[in-house]
């Protein structure tokens, strides 16, 4: 029997360099006359430790890592092919603490099957949440998701069955399913690692939401960004039409859909749902007036859905385990499990998911392992650009919906980036307004004009410029933005700004001579 | 403006061909004609916008809010350098002031051999191995100054002079100025043929590289 080798192929991986690793393995097994099989799975989301090479054993998957191609001859010598010892053995994959402890219900599979074979996505429980939606009315599929108590996992964090309800009912000729994956946010990388690693579950995910509403047509809204997953998502999707599981009759059941991935063109406003509609139309991305929601009147002017990755590969485990059982994860009112990602500057970074309820600190500190450039952690950002900055003080604070917004933060996308006590806080919220100016769609003038009149007062505030009063007017602008803004982008860039201004007020109050004695501090990391 | 050559005619048509019946085709149109070309020449735009039934300024509204869409031919490699928060936190400011004064260009500018496009991003999905840089399609993680080097030889073949140069001094200066028109033209030959370069998509080039911040694209 051939052994079976896992080197990913999660783009994550490849940029430390899998790809090398891959080839190396392939040609060192020829030279010694060593058949094996090369699969190209996932990532386990381990990052510090990618390239994580993998071997079947009759013991379970074992694991080596970091691997370089270099690493390669030795790895060999070493009979790594049979599991044995070598300095970069880190034992059974699954018995690594990181991993271990996770809950993974939406990433099962990712990192474990080959992410373009149905036949391995089919061996490992995939399609079952399917067959089960198959044999049920679309209210009763709606109903499941609503009482698995999930809730949109892009960020709004909306009740998805709520959302498919008011679609479901709604009269039309045509209804979509859209999903978008225009995963913007920096720290954020989950929806990334699904799609290249699991991708048959967000398209089971889908067809099980076009079925619950009554749509034959659902489409992936991905980001330019991600040309890797473009290519896995495209070959998944061939792989589905061509057994069934998409097409005019979904598993001979007579009911249509079709699905297909439109890509974005670099615009992060696109993740906002009514921009990324008008994007998916093939216009401007420019944001709509609400009412009308998209649930009545979305693309094309019909009933769509518009959820995000994770959410919509949420559906098959509640489908295939019942709402109660992902019900049971969680916390209050935020149900289920959320997949975290560890970002910036973290000894561990990668992807961590559980049921809600960890603090920010377990999540930093057990997990992640501290800063990476061993220096006391100073602030996170949590949920992208546009998430407030919590700082150390308030670690303690459980990651959930309810517990985050108490404090004037908010969980986003579920993206953790760190910062050491080198950053400047100051500039940090220079930056925020600096990207909201650059990624504004213009339609509305708080957001359009008030994002570069930011930029320009907080440049005024570190040079020292009449500082109490342009933080006064700062403050004033950003309940302006806040209020006065049509969509997320312009109403909530103020929480990064106001926060950093609000925890880490001495950033905003050095002398000239304190903020180059800082840089240079910060030169010498 | 410059008419299209005929190999660039044939392209966008081939392009409209297969994707106009589609429902919202544009956005799919244009991504097609950046494949095929390169980038997309402002002397497509009526044809475009003639086959798809909309305006001249639906295109071009279209072209201009979308960062990704080039209106000039990009250097023969894109080097993008993701400049958002988590980066951010792992030196990537560093790593961009090193890759402006290394490649002797500021972002969203070709060196003058034609070799390097530099370009910003708002986040590569890497987050968790910060910085992130993007050559052509690949991805790399945690990129050190050193490492930078490495991968741009690699890719691009050996960095010229510029490297010496000083920090968007005098070095990046006639880049940005008159200069850059005829520069870029002759280093898009092997792209578009001759009519690759004309006078109006170099100008516009200078024009949005001296936007700088604000009017850049990624």
Known sequence: ?525 | MQALAAHQREAVLRVLRQLKSRPGPLLEVLHGVQRDLGYIPPPAVPLIAEELNLSRAEVHGVISFYHHFRSVPPGRHIVQICRAESCQAMGAERLAEHAVRRLGIDFEQTTADGAVSLHRVYCLGQCACSPAIMIDEEVFGRVTPERFDELVAEHAGPLRGAAAGPLRGAAAGPLRGAAAGPQRGAAAGPLGGAAAGPPGGAAEGSQRGAAGGNGASK
């Open chain 1, 1 to 525: 029997m051939t052994t079976v080798v896992y080197v990913p192929r999660d783009s994550g991986a490849l940029a430390l360099g899998a790809e090398s690793v891959a080839l190396a393995i392939a040609r060192e097994a020829e030279a010694r006359r060593k058949p094996l099989t090369i699969v190209r799975n996932g990532s386990r989301g381990l990052y510090w430790l990618e390239p994580l090479v993998e071997i079947a054993t009759s013991a379970g998957r074992i694991a080596y890592g970091p691997v370089t191609a270099a690493d390669v001859p030795g790895l060999f010598d070493a009979g790594f092919l049979e599991g044995g010892a070598h300095a970069l053995r880190l034992g059974p994959t699954e018995e690594i603490p990181y991993l271990k402890t996770q809950q993974r219900l939406t990433f099962a599979r990712v990192g474990i099957v080959d992410p373009t074979s149905l036949a391995d996505y089919v061996a490992h429980g995939g399609f079952r949440g399917l067959e089960r939606a198959l044999a049920l009315a679309p209210a009763e599929i709606v109903q499941a998701v609503t009482d698995s108590g999930l809730r949109g996992r892009g960020g709004a964090a909306f009740p998805t069955g709520i959302k498919w309800k008011t679609v479901l009912d709604q009269p039309a000729d045509r209804k979509y399913v859209t999903c978008n994956a225009d995963e913007g946010d920096s720290g954020t990388f989950s929806d990334r690692m699904l799609m290249e690693g699991d991708p048959f579950t967000l398209i089971e995910g889908m067809t099980i939401a076009g079925l619950g509403v009554g749509a034959a047509q659902g489409y992936i809204y991905l980001r330019a960004e991600y040309p890797h997953a473009h290519r896995i998502l495209d070959e998944a999707i061939a792989e589905a039409y061509r057994a069934g599981y998409l097409g005019p009759s979904v598993r001979g059941s007579g009911k249509r859909f079709d699905l297909e991935v439109r890509l974005g063109a670099g615009a992060y406003i696109c993740g906002e749902e009514t921009s990324m509609l008008e994007s998916l139309e093939g216009r401007r991305g420019e944001v709509r007036v609400r009412p009308p929601l998209p649930a009545v009147k979305g693309l094309f002017g019909k009933p769509t859905v518009v959820n995000n990755v994770i959410s919509l590969a949420s559906v098959p485990v509640i489908l295939e385990r019942g709402a109660a059982f992902y019900r049971d994860f969680g916390t209050g009112r935020s149900r289920g499990t959320l997949p975290i990602q560890l970002a910036g500057n973290i000894k561990r970074g990668g992807l961590v998911e559980r049921a809600f309820g960890l603090t920010l600190r377990e999540l930093l500190y057990d997990y992640g392992g501290g800063s990476a450039s061993g220096r006391p952690l100073r602030a996170v950002q949590v949920g992208g650009p546009l998430g407030a900055y919590v700082p150390a003080s308030q670690f303690d604070t459980p990651f959930d919906y309810e517990a985050l917004a108490a404090i004037g933060a908010m969980l986003g996308h579920g993206g953790i980036v760190a910062f050491d006590d080198t950053v400047d806080m100051a500039g940090m919220a220079r930056y925020a307004m600096e990207f909201c100016a650059h990624e504004s769609c213009g339609k509305c003038t708080p957001c359009r004009i008030g994002s570069t009149r930011g930029v320009e007062i907080v440049e005024r505030i570190m040079e020292g410029v009449d500082r109490e009063a342009n933080l006064a007017l700062l403050e004033e602008l950003c309940e302006t933005m806040l209020h006065g803004s049509l969509c997320a982008l312009g109403g909530m860039t103020p929480y990064p700004v106001q926060s950093a201004v609000k925890h880490f007020p001495e950033d905003f109050r050095r002398s000239r001579g304190q903020l180059a004695a800082g840089h240079l501090e910060g030169e010498r990391r």
